[in-house]
């Protein structure tokens, strides 16, 4: 089993930074792959970026490309979601979700089993 729990959201100027953190509890969650989705109200919730359990692979939506950056920190069990030139259009309810998953699945939310309880992040214009 793992717990993940998500930090460093909140209100930002359009332009702004943001660093959301995911620290995870169990033994297991340094051979998980995982990942950030972020759901706005009325809508699917959407890939935003993820790692492998090495971080020697990362993946990003074609959105957040060259604006956000993922990393994580197995000794701390931890992963985070580096956000730059933030836009309104980032706002929404950002997840962290885990599980043991193929490159080819990394994308895709019906891969991980695992998920958070979500942190907001808001952008002003």
């Known amino acids: 089993q793992v717990q993940l729990v998500e930090s460093g959201g909140g209100l930002v100027q359009a332009g702004g930074s943001l660093r959301l953190s995911c620290a995870a509890s169990?033994?297991?969650?340094?051979?998980?792959?995982v990942a950030w989705f972020r759901q706005s109200p009325g809508k699917d919730r959407d890939f935003v970026a993820a790692i492998i359990s090495s971080g020697l692979i990362k993946y990003y939506g074609d959105s957040v490309k060259g604006r956000f950056t993922i990393s994580r920190d197995n000794a701390v069990n931890t992963v985070y979601l580096q956000m730059n030139n933030l836009q309104p259009e980032d706002t929404a309810v950002y997840y962290c979700a885990a599980d043991e998953v193929s490159a080819a699945g990394l994308g895709s939310r019906r891969e991980y089993d695992y998920w958070g309880q979500g942190t907001q992040v808001t952008v002003s214009s």
């Open positions: 169990g033994r297991t969650f340094r051979g998980y792959a």
